[in-house]
C-alpha cells in the first residue's frame, strides 16, 4: 500500500516561497505510470490541483499557478517537493500530496495546513 506523508512549515510570511515536501514509502516514485500530484484546499473551497510529477520527471501545472508553481524530485530519498512563489495569503490551504496510476487515483496523504500571513 502506498502512503504519503506532507512536511513543511505551517507558516509563512507574504511574497516567500513555500516549500512542501511529500514522502513516499509502499512504491517508488520512478514506477512507470506512476503520477504524483499536489492538491490544495483553500478554507471554505473545493479542491485545486496545482500540479503533478510523473514517473519520468516530467511536470505539468495548473495553468492558473503555473507562473508561481515548480515541483521537484529526489530519486533517492523516494521524495517530491512542491515551490509555490510569493505566496499571498489566497494560498492558505490545506496542502495535499496524492498519487494516480495511469487513470486510478490512488492514496493521498493526511494533508497539511499552510498559513500564509501577512
Known amino acids: 500500500q502506498v502512503q504519503l506523508q506532507e512536511s513543511g512549515p505551517g507558516l509563512v510570511n507574504v511574497s516567500q516561497t513555500l516549500s512542501l515536501t511529500c514522502t513516499v514509502s509502499?512504491?517508488?516514485?520512478?514506477?512507470?505510470?506512476?503520477?504524483w500530484n499536489w492538491i490544495r484546499q483553500p478554507p471554505g473551497k473545493g479542491l485545486e490541483w496545482m500540479g503533478v510529477i510523473n514517473y519520468d520527471g516530467d511536470t505539468y501545472y495548473s495553468p492558473s499557478l503555473k507562473s508561481r508553481t515548480s515541483i521537484s524530485r529526489d530519486t533517492s530519498k523516494n521524495q517530491f517537493t512542491l515551490h509555490l512563489s510569493s505566496v499571498t495569503p489566497e494560498d492558505t490551504a490545506v496542502y495535499y500530496c496524492q498519487q494516480r496510476t495511469g487513470a486510478i487515483w490512488g492514496s493521498w496523504g493526511q494533508g497539511t495546513q499552510v498559513t500564509v500571513s501577512s
Open positions: 509502499g512504491a517508488s516514485i520512478t514506477t512507470d505510470l506512476h503520477y
